[in-house]
């Protein structure tokens, strides 16, 4: 029998003292690669997850009838709130797609009761999550390293980053045929497989507050189109858009459908909140249904989605509601760093981003 959900409280979270200095630290190497791709390019990118490869509109349907532990925040009330969606990956410059890293799946929930957390304009619940189950480093400390590494080599050795991706997907391989797991770091690294956005599944990686609990998140494909796509990895074939392209003509032709779970925190120590290298065991904490989310098919590069939704819109874990507040050392990082980015994407673009409302997140379709 599972134990029962640990219960949010304040001190669920160990705040070190030198934090704010890694922010500090943080939002000087994003400044690295924001001016350096803003240089190149011509116009600012965001300093993660740079390239989207999908933009979309759709719904989330919570369901009905949820245990107490589960009706919490957002999930308290059954009915059906708009969405957008933004598929990405996750570096700070616009590689071509035969570099392959980890996906990432932004969702913008409109129309959200509740107390807003600090600094946290309109009425939306932003989720941010990943093709993985874990962050790839144990604290912003440790994070602060690999950003430094990248911010090094953003934007100016591209030909070295296409023939370090191979050599690092075929050393994935060899691990994967001996039957031993690829040690994580090979994915932000170079070494991911180059998977087909609409067949992976997605999470949170890092602890949330999730009402009177702790949790973290999921969305799952569940629509045939999609899990028959899971596992695949797409032939870039010299594309420079692969992806992108490939989704486009996917979802012109299909509806699509995840499923958006939590995963309850029901021990602080196998399941910590500070430390989010750590997998929650599904044995122990299982991910349980708590909603739907529904694309009907659409241009999931139209211009006004680009417009709408990759230029205008920001997405943080910090935009929401107190509910689902971020928990642990990562998330109390992503704080100030995802606003700074903001900042400078808004400032040197001259085109200020603002929170959208459900009336402006449309309904157009193919």
Known sequence: MANEPIRYSPDVEQVQPDEQDTVVELNEAFDVILERTAEDYGHAVRSVHAKSHGLLEGELTIDAGLPAELAQGLFATPGAHKVLIRLSTNAGDILPDVISLPRGLAMKVFDVEGERLPGSEGNAQDFIMVNGPVFQAKTSAKFLGNLKLLARTTDRIEGTKTVASAVLRGVRHAFEAVGAEPPTALNSLGGAPNSEPLGDTYYSATAFRYGDHIAKFSLAPVAPGMTVLTGKEIDVDGRENAIREDVRDEVRGMNLEWEFRVQLCRDLEAQPVEDSTVQWDEQAAPFIRVGTVRAPAQDSWSDDHVRRI???????????????????????????????????????????????SAQDAGSERI
């Open 310 to 356: 990759n230029e205008e819109s920001r997405f943080s874990v910090w935009t929401g509601i107190a509910a689902h507040r971020p928990l642990g050392n990562i998330n109390r990082a992503r704080k100030d760093t995802y606003r700074h980015s903001a900042d400078f994407r808004a400032r040197t673009n001259g085109c200020p981003y603002h929170e959208p």
